[in-house]
C-alpha cells in the first residue's frame, strides 16, 4: 500500500514540474514577441521649409544625430503591427542648435506618431519632422 501512494505522488510532482516548464515557456515566448515590437531603428523624415526639400534620416536609438541645426535623439520607438490598425510611435528629443543661451532646453520632447502627426506637432520655424518607421 506504501508503494502506490509514493508512485501517486512521484506522478503528482511529474505534473506539476511540467505545467512550470509550459508556464515559464509561455511568458517567454511572450516577451519575446513584445521585444520584437520595439525597435532600434526610427526612421523620419526632415522636411526644410525653407529650400523645401525632405530626407529620410535613420536614428538609432538612445544616440544623438546632429542634423543641420538640430540635434535630435530618438529614446524608444515602438510598432503594433500585430493589430488591425497598425500604429507606429516614438519618443523624440530634439534641440535647436542655433539657441546658444539654453544648450539644454529642448525645442521637442515627447511622443510622436505616424499615423497622426498633429497629435504632438513638432512646431519650428525651419524645419518639420515626420516617423515613418521603427526597425
Known sequence: ?????NIKVGNLNKLSFGLII???MFIILDAKTENNLIGNETHIKILDKISSKNELVTLINGEELIYKDLAIKSMKCTNSEFDDNPEIKAYIQVRDLTKKDNDKVYVFNGWIF???PSIAPFDHAVYDI???NCN
Open 1 to 5: 500500500m506504501l508503494s502506490k501512494k
Open 22 to 24: 509550459f508556464i515559464s
Open 114 to 116: 505616424s499615423s497622426s
Open 130 to 132: 515626420w516617423l515613418v
